[in-house]
Each structure stands twice: as structure tokens, then as C-alpha cells.
């Protein structure tokens, strides 16, 4: 364990295209510069949604905030809370705390631009033009959704109930494409169930779950489903409801299985995760309308635009206090100590092993 301030510290390495294989190295950071400050890693979750990181880590450019020049390695990003140790930057003073996207590492750098809103952009020149709500640490004191008795749902849940915040909105915006229901695949995720709760608040939608047998009955048991669907049933849907198909697995056999049963019916692709990795991703040609990837920042930018970054922040804060009793009901927190600790859990989590109602959290020190 490193002591606030150490140049040295232990980090996480990923092996990008085996993502089960990790590795502890020591990173210097070297002497601050002006402008930049080191910040400790207080605490990080770990889900499917960071396996998804690594996952598109090239397409999305993931591995680019966090590079770990090493050839065939990276950093998978994380959502956590970290405090200022040093600082010589105008904008944060030590024992300031921010929410934000974090690397794997028990410290690390960050260059912190002009406090606005609550917050600051992240101004080092290999993150520029990245997106912006990945660049964007928001400081504990004023945060509408932060809560000390809550941090580790708010890592477990924060960036993935964004995601949800996001993708109900763009649906809900988009008058579903015409559909009568939204079916999402790897249904017992918890951006997927997150979604579908508040698709569900909505009341005129209908929200079929598609999950692997052994997740069926916690799916069912969420609650947010009219329907469960197991991955070896979808040629039984049926498939002459308008619906639109929100992919959370990434998995080119059901996806496949999804387009072919619903074809003409299928209303809309939306591709946002991967969380069955490992799973063939292109199954050749496609019945009906062809995948579109979904990009949360794209969303959020236009939303911040037109709300305001308060407004946003607090619609966004609004919708989670809702969730909120969903996220206690529904996860079984599961604390981690060290960084080896994480090595085991993101494999896990890459290779499916993980029970989909425990919630990881790491402390790194």
C-alpha cells in the first residue's frame, strides 16, 4: 500500500482481448506540475458495465484515458470516489473528494480545469476531445446525489443508472420507434433493470427481460418485466409485436436470434453493451433493421444543452432517490480490500462467474 503523496503506486493492468488475465505493476507518477494534482482511490465498484470498457476499449476508445504504455495492456476505467493528497492546482485543495471515472491504481494524476457547476473537466492533452462526461469529476460538497451512507451503491449504480437514465430518455424521446415493447437482452444487469424500472414508471410501454436460464427467476424477481424470456426460448416470442430490442449482452447468437424471430416487427437495434464479452459479436447478416450503437455522452450532451448542467444534475439526482430502494432491495454488497482483490473479481466478471445480485466494491489502500 502506498502512502498519500508516494510517487509509486500499485496499479491494475488488463490483457486487452483476454480481459480475465491481470496484473499488478508499480506506476511512478513522478514530481506534480503545476496544474496537477494526486488524488488517492477511496473506493471503485466493479460490474459488467467495466468488463463492456474493456470490451470496446479500442472502438470506444476506453483505453484511452488511463493509457498504460504497455503494448497489448490497459487500464480499465472505473466510477469512484478519490480525495486530494497534493495539489498544485488553483482549482482542488487537499482533502477535497471527487465522484468520477478512476483508473485501477491506489493513486494517480489528474489536471484539474476551472471549478464550474460543482465540478471539474479533466484538461490533460491526451484526454482532449474524449467524451466529456467521462472528463468530469464532481466534487462530494454540493453533489445533489452524493450521501455518505450510500457511497457504495452510488459506485456500484451511478454511471450504470446514468446509462439507464439515458437510454429510458432516448427511447421515451424517440416514441419508442413505434413500438409496443422494449425487450432487453442480459436482462438481470443492472443497467438493463435499471432501465426497465424506469421504463416501467412511465406505463405505456411493455418491458420483456431475455436472460441465461440459471438468471431467470432473478430476473422475474425484480419485478420490472412483464415478461422473462430465457436465451433458448426467444424462437418461442412472440414475434408480431412492433418492439424495440436494447442489446446490454453484446452476444451475436441472440442477437441474431432476436432480429430473425422478430424481423419486419423489430423497431429499433440499439447496441449498448457487452457484457457477454467473450461471445462472438458479428453473426453475419441481420433480419430487419441493423444495430445502432448507443453512446451515452451523445445523449447527455444534448440533454445538458437543453437543461442546463444544473438541470440536468438535478432531474438526473430526482430519478435516482427513486431508484434507490431498487438498488438496496436488489444488490448484496460485497467489499473488496486491495488490488489483487479486484484482479479476481473483474475476472469473474469477464468470464460470467459473478452472481448478478452481488455488488463489488474495491478499497485499494
Given at each position: 500500500m502506498s502512502e498519500p503523496g508516494d510517487a509509486t503506486a500499485t496499479d491494475l493492468l488488463v490483457r486487452k482481448g483476454a480481459l480475465a488475465e491481470t496484473k499488478l505493476v508499480k506506476l511512478d507518477s513522478g514530481a506534480l506540475a503545476d496544474g496537477q494534482a494526486l488524488l488517492k482511490v477511496d473506493l471503485f465498484s466493479l460490474t459488467a458495465n467495466n468488463v463492456t470498457y474493456g470490451a470496446a476499449g479500442d472502438f470506444l476508445k476506453y483505453w484511452s484515458f488511463y493509457p498504460s504504455g504497455e503494448e497489448g495492456w490497459g487500464r480499465v476505467p472505473v466510477w469512484g470516489f478519490a480525495t486530494v493528497v497534493e495539489s498544485r492546482s488553483p482549482s482542488?485543495?487537499?482533502?477535497?473528494?471527487?465522484?468520477?471515472?478512476?483508473?485501477?491504481?491506489?493513486?494517480?494524476?489528474?489536471?484539474?480545469?476551472?471549478?464550474?457547476?460543482?465540478?471539474?473537466?479533466?484538461?490533460?492533452?491526451?484526454?482532449?476531445?474524449?467524451?466529456?462526461?467521462?472528463?468530469?469529476?464532481?466534487?462530494?460538497?454540493?453533489?445533489?446525489?452524493?450521501?455518505?451512507?450510500?457511497?457504495?451503491?452510488?459506485?456500484?449504480f451511478r454511471p450504470l443508472f446514468t446509462t439507464s437514465f439515458l437510454i429510458d430518455d432516448f427511447l421515451a424521446d424517440a416514441g419508442y420507434f413505434g413500438a409496443k415493447q422494449v425487450a432487453f437482452s442480459s436482462a438481470s444487469a443492472k443497467t438493463a433493470y435499471a432501465t426497465a424500472q424506469l421504463l416501467k414508471a412511465r406505463g405505456d410501454i411493455r418491458v420483456v427481460g431475455l436472460t441465461s436460464a440459471s438468471n431467470i427467476d432473478f430476473t422475474r424477481g425484480l419485478g420490472?418485466?412483464?415478461?422473462?424470456?430465457?436465451?433458448?426460448?426467444?424462437?418461442?416470442?412472440?414475434?408480431?409485436?412492433?418492439?424495440?430490442?436494447?442489446?446490454?449482452?453484446?452476444?451475436?447468437?441472440?442477437?441474431?436470434?432476436?432480429?430473425?424471430?422478430?424481423?419486419?416487427?423489430?423497431?429499433?437495434?440499439?447496441?449498448?453493451?457487452?457484457?457477454?464479452?467473450?461471445a462472438p459479436r458479428d453473426a453475419g447478416a441481420l433480419a430487419g433493421p441493423q444495430p445502432k450503437m448507443f453512446f451515452a455522452p451523445d445523449v447527455a450532451k444534448k440533454r445538458v444543452a437543453e437543461w442546463g448542467p444544473a438541470g440536468f444534475q438535478k432531474q438526473l439526482a430526482e430519478a435516482w432517490r427513486n431508484f434507490l430502494p431498487t438498488a438496496e432491495r436488489t444488490t448484496r454488497v460485497v467489499e473488496h480490500h486491495g488490488l489483487a482483490e479486484a484482479g479476481r473479481v473483474f475476472a469473474d466478471l469477464a468470464t460470467g462467474r459473478a452472481d448478478p445480485k452481488d455488488g463489488h466494491v474495491v478499497r485499494p489502500g
Amino acid at each position: 500500500m502506498s502512502e498519500p503523496g508516494d510517487a509509486t503506486a500499485t496499479d491494475l493492468l488488463v490483457r486487452k482481448g483476454a480481459l480475465a488475465e491481470t496484473k499488478l505493476v508499480k506506476l511512478d507518477s513522478g514530481a506534480l506540475a503545476d496544474g496537477q494534482a494526486l488524488l488517492k482511490v477511496d473506493l471503485f465498484s466493479l460490474t459488467a458495465n467495466n468488463v463492456t470498457y474493456g470490451a470496446a476499449g479500442d472502438f470506444l476508445k476506453y483505453w484511452s484515458f488511463y493509457p498504460s504504455g504497455e503494448e497489448g495492456w490497459g487500464r480499465v476505467p472505473v466510477w469512484g470516489f478519490a480525495t486530494v493528497v497534493e495539489s498544485r492546482s488553483p482549482s482542488v485543495a487537499v482533502g477535497e473528494r471527487v465522484y468520477g471515472y478512476l483508473p485501477m491504481s491506489e493513486t494517480f494524476v489528474l489536471a484539474p480545469g476551472e471549478r464550474k457547476h460543482g465540478a471539474f473537466a479533466e484538461t490533460v492533452a491526451h484526454r482532449a476531445g474524449l467524451a466529456s462526461i467521462y472528463n468530469t469529476y464532481v466534487l462530494n460538497e454540493g453533489d445533489p446525489i452524493y450521501s455518505p451512507d450510500t457511497e457504495a451503491l452510488q459506485v456500484l449504480f451511478r454511471p450504470l443508472f446514468t446509462t439507464s437514465f439515458l437510454i429510458d430518455d432516448f427511447l421515451a424521446d424517440a416514441g419508442y420507434f413505434g413500438a409496443k415493447q422494449v425487450a432487453f437482452s442480459s436482462a438481470s444487469a443492472k443497467t438493463a433493470y435499471a432501465t426497465a424500472q424506469l421504463l416501467k414508471a412511465r406505463g405505456d410501454i411493455r418491458v420483456v427481460g431475455l436472460t441465461s436460464a440459471s438468471n431467470i427467476d432473478f430476473t422475474r424477481g425484480l419485478g420490472f418485466y412483464d415478461e422473462v424470456v430465457a436465451y433458448d426460448d426467444i424462437g418461442g416470442m412472440d414475434g408480431s409485436v412492433k418492439t424495440v430490442f436494447v442489446d446490454i449482452a453484446g452476444n451475436a447468437a441472440v442477437r441474431a436470434a432476436v432480429h430473425a424471430r422478430l424481423a419486419d416487427n423489430l423497431a429499433y437495434s440499439c447496441a449498448v453493451g457487452a457484457t457477454h464479452w467473450d461471445a462472438p459479436r458479428d453473426a453475419g447478416a441481420l433480419a430487419g433493421p441493423q444495430p445502432k450503437m448507443f453512446f451515452a455522452p451523445d445523449v447527455a450532451k444534448k440533454r445538458v444543452a437543453e437543461w442546463g448542467p444544473a438541470g440536468f444534475q438535478k432531474q438526473l439526482a430526482e430519478a435516482w432517490r427513486n431508484f434507490l430502494p431498487t438498488a438496496e432491495r436488489t444488490t448484496r454488497v460485497v467489499e473488496h480490500h486491495g488490488l489483487a482483490e479486484a484482479g479476481r473479481v473483474f475476472a469473474d466478471l469477464a468470464t460470467g462467474r459473478a452472481d448478478p445480485k452481488d455488488g463489488h466494491v474495491v478499497r485499494p489502500g
